[in-house]
């Protein structure tokens, strides 16, 4: 397993279920969302990582100015990974779940390269269902 961490988030990389987990420890500022995206792309395209999880069960909400360039980022680096499926752990929080379909509108209009994802509230769900894909992809 590979791994990075900050003060802000912990990234890790599972190759048994060829993913990345993010996980957000203190609600960051634009420029550490950025950057700890651009690590956890870096480190889907290394591995060629086929799913991912965003843990933000601590809540933060990005504002508009890091809700549009976390857009860009992902999708100017999307076509380099090899990302079938992305999951976002929140609180039930139905701002939460908003966000995350603005984000990824925002994403898919700035690219042709799609992904499937969902919103979850429980991390273990979200990996089942991202490994879900590796099972797929097996048979």
């Given at each position: 397993m590979?791994?990075?961490?900050d003060n802000y988030?912990?990234i890790?990389y599972n190759?048994?279920?060829?993913?990345v987990y993010?996980?957000?420890?203190?609600?960051?500022?634009e420029?550490a969302l950025l950057?700890?995206?651009?690590?956890?792309l870096d480190?889907?395209?290394?591995?060629q990582?086929a799913s991912?999880?965003?843990?933000?069960s601590?809540g933060?909400q990005?504002?508009?100015?890091m809700?549009?360039?976390?857009?860009q980022?992902?999708?100017?680096?999307?076509?380099?990974?090899s990302?079938?499926?992305?999951a976002?752990?929140t609180?039930?929080?139905?701002?939460q779940?908003?966000?995350?379909?603005?984000?990824?509108?925002?994403?898919?209009?700035?690219?042709?390269n799609?992904?499937?994802?969902?919103?979850?509230h429980?991390?273990k769900?979200a990996q089942a269902?991202?490994?879900q894909?590796?099972?797929?992809?097996?048979?």
């Amino acid at each position: 397993m590979k791994q990075y961490k900050d003060n802000y988030c912990q990234i890790s990389y599972n190759s048994n279920i060829n993913q990345v987990y993010l996980k957000w420890l203190l609600p960051p500022d634009e420029d550490a969302l950025l950057s700890g995206y651009d690590k956890g792309l870096d480190m889907a395209i290394t591995n060629q990582a086929a799913s991912w999880v965003t843990d933000n069960s601590i809540g933060f909400q990005p504002d508009i100015s890091m809700q549009r360039a976390l857009a860009q980022l992902a999708a100017s680096r999307l076509e380099q990974t090899s990302l079938k499926r992305f999951a976002r752990v929140t609180p039930i929080d139905v701002f939460q779940e908003l966000i995350t379909h603005k984000i990824f509108n925002q994403i898919n209009d700035l690219t042709v390269n799609s992904i499937e994802f969902e919103v979850f509230h429980n991390p273990k769900d979200a990996q089942a269902w991202c490994r879900q894909l590796s099972l797929l992809l097996v048979n």
